[in-house]
């Protein structure tokens, strides 16, 4: 059997390619995340006037699990949690529990004030404030007189 590729597969559209790129993930190249016992959590960006905020889904972890750092306008967020010590006696017939490393990485723009990033943790969601610059926030038009 021959696998025969639609005309869409053979010439992608510019769109797409830029699409596929920018929405690639820096960590990438971690290869089969079960194997090496990672996971990229979902994130959602959201953008006011005065700021951006991350969302990052990440149940079952403590708050000294992560790890926020901000180094050339990069925001790395990680997490390292160890799997739950079990006793000998405990005879699990299924174990689906999963705590597991993940890694995440965000260029920040010009807008943003890195010296003012805030963090929290709440009901498994870890939500990160990043204001934006006073002088990068929207002002109101300035009336002119003319004289």
């Not at 969302?55 to 403590?62: F, Q, R």
């Not at 990485?105 to 990033?117: C, M, N, Q, R, V």
């Given at each position: 059997m021959t696998l025969i590729r639609s005309r869409r597969d053979m010439f992608p559209t510019l769109n797409g390619l830029f699409d596929d790129f920018f929405n690639q993930d820096e960590s990438w190249g971690t290869g089969n995340a079960m194997a090496n016992r990672t996971s990229l959590p979902a994130v959602n960006v959201k953008e006011s006037e005065d700021s951006y905020n991350i969302?990052?889904?990440?149940?079952?972890?403590?708050k000294k699990d992560f790890n926020i750092e901000l180094e050339d306008n990069v925001l790395t967020i990680s997490a390292d949690k160890k799997e739950q010590e079990t006793e000998e006696d405990e005879n699990y017939t299924r174990r689906e529990f999963l705590y597991t490393s993940f890694l995440r990485?965000?260029?920040?723009?010009?807008?943003?004030?890195?010296?003012?990033?805030k963090a929290s943790y709440t009901d498994g969601v870890l939500d990160i404030f990043v204001p934006k610059k006073e002088e990068a926030k929207p002002r109101p038009p300035k009336n002119i007189d003319v004289s």
């Open positions: 969302e990052l889904a990440a149940p079952g972890m403590k990485k965000f260029t920040l723009p010009e807008s943003a004030d890195g010296e003012k990033i």
